[in-house]
């Protein structure tokens, strides 16, 4: 089992970065596929990216590709969501995911709120 704790949300404006962190507890980090998710009031929860456990295949959803870069960090234990050039439609909570499959995650965190202002 793992335990997943986001940070590093916020209120930005519009053309800004930030960078949220995942810092995952309990076994076997390496073992495990993590992913990104975002949810917006009154929509779906929606994919955001991936990344494998070896940390060199990665996906992400057509909107935010050339913007974002999903990493992680095996030695620390976190996984990262670098979120560049930020735009309004960006404003979610998000969360982030684990799983021992990249399509599939049994684990989640507590979300982290983006706020990207116009």
């Known amino acids: 089992q793992v335990q997943l704790v986001e940070s590093g949300g916020g209120m930005v404006q519009a053309g800004g970065s930030l960078k949220l962190s995942c810092a995952a507890s309990?076994?076997?980090?390496?073992?495990?596929?993590f992913g990104w998710y975002r949810q917006s009031p009154g929509k779906v929860r929606e994919f955001v990216a991936t990344i494998n456990r070896g940390g060199f295949i990665s996906h992400y959803r057509d909107s935010v590709k050339g913007r974002f870069t999903i990493s992680r960090d095996n030695a620390k234990n976190t996984v990262y969501l670098q979120m560049n050039s930020l735009k309004p439609e960006d404003t979610a909570v998000y969360y982030c995911?684990?799983?021992?499959?990249?399509?599939?995650?049994?684990?989640w965190g507590q979300g982290t709120q983006v706020t990207v202002s116009s």
């Open positions: 995911a684990a799983g021992h499959d990249m399509s599939y995650y049994d684990y």
């Open positions: 309990g076994s076997s980090f390496s073992s495990y596929a």
